[in-house]
């Protein structure tokens, strides 16, 4: 049974899931569930009859048993691709170029050259093509924007930006595989990174930076120090380090503000703030899950043509600084 395209009376994008992937129920499953405004209208997966499963698990009207076939598909409006890093510069450019907007999963693209490849195709058809940085749509981080913008904490002189979880090691899982996408870098480590250039709005130097290599070479540990225009902020990475661990702190000439856990916030967090004039605070914001907030920012930059802030050229910007990274490293990678 085909996805009504409206509900209530109102046009609902229509939303084709590219992977049956595990983060795709929560990431885009549920939030299309409770949105007034998108429906999951379809998935496709590669291994035959994982698409078919998965409709069935999850209650999707339509089932495809090849990508091309999902964006073949007249019956969708956008794609959210869930596939490994190593898929998404491909996959993403065949979606655009068949009419479909993108919504992609982070990392964008194997390196720049390949986001730029992605941004230059959404421009020339005229599409919506957004990053998967669900943390930067959560009242948390847009409470952290606005104090910046506001000047609460004057003149930045500083920030650190921690994201560390405990992955057991599995050479099946694409996290511990560079040629898919793997690495403590491009699974996780380009969360703080984005949090440090979405503090500074602007793009790193990288001053310094030191990895930790699992027996096959891959980065399991990246800690770097950049600089912002003359200011420095360190970041901190780990794929296999209990416990888990999210931290974003800014620190300024007025004050300062520290975010535990930016990334998940809706799994619980805590907001302190030291600010000039005003007693000390702790608290927290309430708000959905980060991917609902980012489902209804997809839908609104596909109505209204506006760029949301994970866009192509923002995506660009992160990968880019990526690939720096890793080059003083010294750790080349495939893609």
């Avoid at 395209?5 to 299309?32: D, F, Y």
């Avoid at 599409?127 to 913008?149: C, T």
């Avoid at 004039?277 to 109505?303: I, S």
């Amino acid at each position: 049974m085909r996805a009504s395209s409206t509900r209530k009376g109102k046009a609902m994008l229509r939303i084709g899931l590219m992977g049956a992937a595990n983060i795709a129920a929560r990431a885009i499953v549920q939030p299309a569930r409770r949105s007034g405004d998108a429906v999951l209208a379809a998935v496709a997966a590669r291994r035959p009859g994982a698409a078919a499963a998965y409709a069935a698990q999850h209650d999707v009207p339509v089932s495809h048993e090849s990508y091309e076939a999902l964006i073949a598909d007249p019956g969708i409006d956008a794609v959210y691709i869930a596939l490994p890093p190593s898929d998404h510069a491909e996959w993403g450019i065949r979606a655009l170029e068949a009419g479909k907007h993108v919504l992609c999963e982070k990392p964008l693209a194997m390196n720049a050259e390949e986001a730029r490849g992605m941004v230059a195709v959404a421009d020339r058809c005229g599409l919506m093509l957004m990053e998967a940085f669900h943390d930067s749509y959560h009242p948390v981080q847009r409470h952290v924007a606005q104090r910046i913008e506001d000047g609460a904490l004057g003149r930045i002189t500083g920030a650190e930006a921690v994201f560390c979880v405990s992955v057991a090691w599995d050479p099946a899982n694409i996290r511990f595989d560079p040629a898919r996408g793997g690495g403590a870098m491009m699974d996780l480590g380009c969360y703080p990174l984005h949090w440090l250039r979405s503090v500074f709005g602007s793009e790193p130097e990288i001053v310094e930076a030191k990895a930790e290599l699992t027996e096959l070479g891959l980065d399991r540990r990246v800690e770097a120090v950049l600089d912002f225009g003359g200011v420095r902020a360190r970041m901190l990475t780990d794929l296999m380090d209990p416990p888990y661990r999210g931290l974003l702190r800014i620190e300024g000439t007025e004050g300062w503000i520290e975010v535990d856990n930016p990334c998940l916030p809706h799994k619980g967090h805590s907001i302190r703030e030291s600010l000039a004039g005003q007693p000390d605070a702790e608290f927290t914001l309430a708000g959905g899950t980060t991917y609902d907030f980012q489902l209804d920012a997809f839908v609104a930059a596909v109505r209204t043509g506006v760029p949301p802030l994970t866009g192509g050229r923002d995506a660009v910007g992160n990968m880019a600084a990526l690939d720096a990274i890793y080059r003083h490293l010294g750790i080349g990678r495939s893609g």
